[in-house]
């Protein structure tokens, strides 16, 4: 009899999943999306409304026939990835690929990976969300139309290898003018008070300036703003009466917050953990897949964790009240459950974030999480149970005091009932604030006066929580992207994280400046947040996703062809002159970064680095005098010096660029540099290119390579050949040896990036006889020692090397 079969999303998802339903169904993972646009080409036919190419990820057909397989034999698939846009299209691609030999295909969907849910998910098997899956079919459209088109113009502009983002873009601008309103900053002076008074009853209390001459004094404001100001003052307070005006005693409540959503998970974890969004996500992933908690095996720990809706469940709620009750007592649950109202423009497709099972407490399962997990989990948990709890219950007291030319107010706090505060890390007692027994009329004793001369501090940078939270605010982007969003912002090198705050780096600066000025309503934070409105109104049916491209379009296309023509090359000069020609120096950008490079460019090869002030000042760095190492060029004569890169120290000729004499070198005890002497490479051929000898050579990190003898004039090389064919079907490569970043050896196919065939060891061109694999690999591990193994995963050939 043929089993049904569920396609999910990761492979972590198998093993909770199968654990849930046994023999009767196969579980099996597409590992991510199987198609995509192609990364050689734009992949969309704008000519014929948009149509896209798709293709399978390269590395991703082993995966595909094996999908095929189990469909072939499967009465009913379920495709089952995650519960938003990007699963949706997962799914659908998996569906195309597959209807060929199975078109019995079903959809489910489940915010938690439960038994529960799963099978009520089966139960309830749906038809593939078409609207759904054209709005990330657009949204994926309108990103390769932006990348792929405006990139080439600041290849050109600014620099090579760069490139621009729909999304991404318009929160670098955001990054970018926060940088601007600081650096045009001007800190104006002010001296705040503080006075220590005492009344009749102890203890003394402290109180904050609160007016001056009648006018509200607010925290950080120029009320004094100079130092004669606050002398005079100060005497006069040292000399008057400070007398209590009014004494306000009123009880409040505070009421809990709603449980998490994606936005305010990460920035609840940035703030108070400092995991970046990336990482958050990516722990809350593995807690909603399934974590080995013991006895009771692969347990999903929280609900789906890509949501903007504060919903939750009745069940769930129920749960809650039943623990609350047992853990806390009937005190600390409100006489009325708790629900909150999700924020318009949210998909409210999914519940909040919690706990699958809040009986399961971060206590219970400390011992089986690493910490991260644990922290976020206990995170999760602390904010949903303290959403169903009784609010926290406080005695506030303001206290109003006159003096000469002032009002002074003190704020006291004392929780007279935790309420929800006692399912937090802090109930809050220890930061009461108690003021003393004061009744109005009482003259107070000054104790100390103190002032302090301060500054207005520029608008902060932002963090990744305050990043987070006012792209939510303004729109832009989608619970899903925003982790993505500020990823990318780094990896690109538009923006560097110092001390946890955004600074757009000079490379930001620029791309930012000049897309804002040749393309204004692709970097309109209006504009944006209004295509993702749209977006969404194609998810729900309301629009069409080809008549939202072709609108796009319609203004675009006129957009693009204008930047092509009027964009300049960015160079932006400074006032700073080469020390060797007299001419300006102006910001350029390399592989390793910015520098201030000559415009008298290439007659003046002069470069220098440089760093900016809080105001926006350019600064030169002086290089430090290099280090004597005695080494002469054995080419040009010249002396060498200590150099460094990725790869570490290296002694290169002082007469770079016209020579590029380099040799590797180690020190003695005393210090003392000594050349390394390299062996005589292995003559193994003739050049093709000049006739030179071929010889053979081996890169830093391990790596054998062929190379001309006539370097640097003749440039020739090769990787070096194992004579094995690439095992699969249908490339024409070779497989060649390379070496990973840290040293690693390994053979990976000669058609690379065309071809990502890659094996960790020595492959034989020999088929296995148990698979027929068509290669083996020669490997060395403890147990077998030096063998002959099938590199196939799944067989299990093995085979001495004397066999």
Not at 205 to 214: R, S
Request: neutral net charge; charged residues 30%; glycine residues 6%.
């Amino acid at each position: 009899m043929p089993k049904d079969l569920i396609i999910v999303e990761s492979p972590a998802k198998v093993k909770t999943i199968s654990k849930f339903l046994g023999k009767d169904y196969m579980v099996d993972a597409s590992v991510g999306h199987v198609r995509d646009l192609p990364t050689r080409d734009l992949g969309v036919d704008e000519e014929n409304d948009f149509a896209p190419h798709y293709e399978i990820i390269q590395g991703k057909e082993d995966v595909v026939k094996r999908l095929k397989a189990a469909a072939k034999k499967a009465d009913t698939v379920y495709l089952a990835p995650d519960p938003d846009r990007e699963g949706e299209a997962i799914a659908w691609h998996v569906a195309e690929l597959l209807r060929p030999v199975n078109d019995n295909i079903r959809r489910i969907q489940f915010n938690e990976i439960t038994s529960r849910a799963v099978k009520e998910a089966l139960a309830h098997a749906q038809d593939l969300n078409e609207n759904l899956f054209d709005s990330q079919q657009a949204r994926r459209i309108l990103d390769r139309l932006v990348g792929y088109k405006i990139s080439p113009i600041l290849w050109k502009n600014v620099k090579r290898g760069i490139s621009a983002g729909r999304v991404q873009s318009v929160a670098l601008k955001i990054l970018v003018e926060r940088e601007k309103e600081r650096r045009a900053f001007k800190a104006d002076e002010y001296w705040p008070f503080k006075v220590l008074l005492a009344g009749g009853n102890p203890p003394p209390f402290w109180m904050d300036l609160h007016k001056l001459e009648g006018k509200a004094v607010k925290p950080g404001a120029n009320h004094i703003s100079t130092a004669s100001e606050a002398e005079a003052l100060q005497a006069l307070l040292e000399q008057g009466a400070f007398t209590v005006d009014s004494v306000q005693e009123k009880q409040r409540k505070r009421q809990p917050l709603p449980p998490y959503i994606t936005s305010t998970l990460q920035q609840d974890a940035n703030r108070r953990m400092g995991y970046s969004a990336k990482r958050t996500m990516s722990i809350a992933q593995r807690l909603y897949e399934g974590v080995e908690l013991g006895s009771r095996g692969t347990t999903a720990l929280i609900t789906y964790m890509r949501t903007d809706s504060v919903r939750i469940a009745k069940e769930a709620q129920e749960a809650a009240k039943e623990l609350i009750l047992e853990m806390f007592g009937a005190d600390y649950y409100p006489s009325k459950t708790r629900n909150f109202k999700t924020k318009g423009g949210a998909q409210d497709a999914h519940e909040a974030i919690r706990p699958v099972d809040v009986a399961i407490t971060p206590e219970s399962v400390k011992s089986f999480l690493p910490a991260e997990q644990y922290k976020l989990y206990r995170l999760i948990w602390q904010r949903f149970v303290g959403s169903q709890m009784a609010s926290a219950t406080f005695w506030d007291t303001t206290v109003l005091v006159n003096a000469p030319q002032t009002v002074w107010r003190a704020k006291g706090e004392r929780l007279l009932f935790a309420g929800f505060l006692a399912a937090m890390d802090k109930a809050g007692s220890e930061d009461d604030v108690e003021l003393p027994k004061l009744h109005e009329g009482e003259v107070l004793q000054l104790n100390e006066l103190k002032k302090e001369q301060k500054f207005t501090q520029p608008p902060p940078r932002y963090s990744e929580a305050s990043l987070v939270k006012t792209l939510e605010e303004l729109g832009i982007g989608r619970p899903s992207t925003y982790a993505a969003i500020i990823s990318t912002l780094i990896d690109r090198e538009y923006a560097r994280l110092e001390e946890k705050r955004f600074v757009p780096t000079e490379l930001g600066f620029t791309v930012s400046d000049q897309l804002s000025e040749h393309f204004q309503a692709l970097m309109d934070v209006g504009f944006t947040a209004q295509m993702e409105s749209l977006l969404d109104d194609v998810a729900d049916g309301k629009k069409n996703w080809g008549e939202l491209l072709r609108d796009f379009g319609g203004d675009f296309y006129p957009t693009l062809e204008k930047a092509r023509t009027e964009m300049a090359r960015s160079q932006q000069v400074t006032d700073i002159n080469c020390d060797q020609c007299g001419k300006p120096m102006a910001i350029k950008f390399g592989k390793t970064g910015e520098f201030l490079g000559c415009t008298g460019f290439p007659t003046c090869r002069n470069i220098k680095n440089f760093t900016r002030d809080e105001e926006g000042h350019i600064h030169v760095v002086e290089r430090e005098k290099p280090e004597d190492t005695g080494v002469i060029c054995e080419k040009c004569g010249r002396p060498m010096a200590i150099k460094q890169s990725r790869r570490g120290e290296f002694l290169g000729c002082t007469g770079y660029p016209d020579c590029k004499s380099i040799v590797n070198f180690t020190r003695d005890e005393e210090g003392n540099i000594k050349v390394v002497e390299s062996e005589k490479p292995e003559v193994v051929g003739v050049c093709p290119d000049c006739g030179g000898e071929l010889l053979l050579k081996k890169a830093r990190t391990g790596s054998r390579f062929i190379a001309c003898s006539n370097y640097p004039d003749c440039t020739y090389a090769a990787p070096y050949s194992t004579g094995v064919p690439c095992p699969r079907e249908g490339c024409t490569g070779e497989l060649v040896e390379k070496s990973s970043r840290r040293g690693k050896i390994f053979y990976s196919c000669s058609e690379y990036p065309k071809c990502d065939y890659a094996v960790w060891n020595w492959p034989i061109n020999e088929h296995c006889p148990k698979c027929d694999h068509p290669i083996l690999v020669r490997k060395t591990t403890r147990d077998k020692g030096d063998h002959i193994a099938c590199p196939k995963k799944g067989c299990d050939y093995t085979r001495p090397v004397d066999e």
